[in-house]
């Protein structure tokens, strides 16, 4: 059983976010006693880094004692997992940002939750969770309670959003995360056919982020589109004649930029 504000925790999930929640948990005074994945190497190595936890990747061996299951897979993965373990009345919660809260379905609705880190985790990187954002929601109050305490403990700024709000949440990040990587992505292989080192690119990325800390988005845009240069935009677009599919981002998003200056 947990001791005040302390708890026992089964981690669903030895991926990116679990190889950071893991130890963030530890630190924080919890017990993480178990670690499942169907992989079994992931839940070796991932358990074997924690203070006292077993591991295995068959469901049927996970532990029914903890007082919290977080389940930390893919998206895909939500739904199949929940439908086949139910660890009776103990506390269940995932960490998906697009998955609703009803995917655990009818069956101990006030024991189900979420735990959404607003966050790109690795695994080259344990990430701190000191001021990272958790959107979290739950069928009963004391759930409710119970991740915000647990979400404070880590350092984390606790949100509570809904499941509909956490997917529109989740699209945002989409664009702010994983496009923007994709955005310097494309500047790499750009540059590099070119023999341009990728480096010379990093302080303009820092500035990038470091001006819109404190300002809206929408009025640190510079470049030839918010600027309505079509002189430069024509030639960009002919020296990405040899990227074709970068030359259609490049005119997408010069249009949109264009559209909302």
């Known amino acids: 059983m947990h001791r005040k504000n302390k708890y026992t925790i089964v981690l669903l999930g030895a991926g990116r976010l679990a190889y950071s929640l893991a130890p963030a948990l530890e630190r924080a005074g ?22 006292s936890s077993l591991y295995t990747n068959k469901l049927n061996l996970v532990r029914k004692d903890a007082d919290i299951y977080i389940v930390a897979v893919s998206d895909e993965a939500i739904a199949p997992l929940v439908s086949e373990f139910d660890p009776a009345n103990k506390i269940m919660v995932h960490t998906s940002g697009s998955i609703p809260l009803s995917v655990f379905g009818r069956k101990n609705t006030a024991r189900r939750g979420v735990f959404y880190p607003v ?40 949100y509570r959003f809904d499941s509909s709000q956490r997917k529109t949440l989740h699209l945002a990040a989409v664009f702010t995360n994983n496009f923007t990587t994709h955005m310097l992505v494309i500047a790499e292989k750009i540059l590099r056919k070119k023999k341009i080192p990728f480096g010379i690119l990093l302080p303009l990325a820092a500035e990038t982020f470091s001006r819109i800390k404190n300002s809206d988005p929408s009025r640190m845009q510079t470049g030839p589109a918010s600027r309505g240069d079509r002189k430069v935009i024509s030639a960009h677009l002919r020296a990405l004649a040899e990227f074709p599919e970068y030359r259609k981002v490049y005119s997408v998003l010069s249009s949109s930029i264009e559209k909302n200056k």
Request: overall charge positive; some cysteine.
């Open 119 to 158: 966050q790109s985790f690795t695994r080259e990187n344990r990430q701190s969770f000191a001021g990272i954002p958790v959107c979290i929601e739950a069928g009963g109050a004391e759930v409710l309670g119970i991740l915000s305490g647990i979400g404070k403990s880590i350092g984390a700024g606790i």
């Open 30 to 51: 919890h017990n993480v006693i178990q670690v499942y994945s169907r992989k079994i190497a992931d839940a070796k190595k991932l358990s074997g880094s924690l203070s």
